[in-house]
């Protein structure tokens, strides 16, 4: 048996309690962008630093991050969740999904559907 060894963060407990969530919001966001609201108290009791920073932006495709996410523990354990589902995966590969997490803890999902080597070039 093999296990997949993703490094995760203290965050991950808090994105995999939502995964059918965020499995459901990325499939709506292939007709709109959408938006759910957590708690706050989710985010600050598991890192009670106050120079802890939780707004992030996350454009993630084929199972990687598009933009540099370093700086953002809750953008990395994102990530680490979404590869590990095979849904997520499959959407993933079709489309770039952005992931924003604004200072009111309510985040914001939208996705650009990846274009086509044919649909690109016109004859």
Not at 34 to 45: A, L, M, R, V
Not at 86 to 100: G, H, I, N, S
Request: net charge negative; hydrophobic share 35%.
């Amino acid at each position: 048996m093999q296990f997949d060894t993703v490094a995760t963060n203290a965050f991950f407990p808090v994105w995999k309690k939502y995964r059918p969530v965020l499995l459901k919001l990325m499939k709506d966001a292939e007709e709109e962008t959408q938006t759910y609201p957590f708690s706050k108290h989710e985010f600050t009791d598991v890192d009670t630093k106050k120079s802890t920073t939780y707004p992030f932006k996350l454009e993630a495709h084929e199972g990687r991050a598009v933009n540099s996410i370093k700086s953002s523990l809750l953008a990395q354990d994102l990530l680490s969740l979404l590869k590990m589902s095979q849904t997520a995966v499959e959407l993933m590969d079709a489309a770039t999904y952005t992931f924003k997490l604004d200072k009111e803890f309510v985040l914001h999902v939208s996705s650009e559907k990846a274009e086509n080597a044919e649909e690109t070039t016109e004859e």
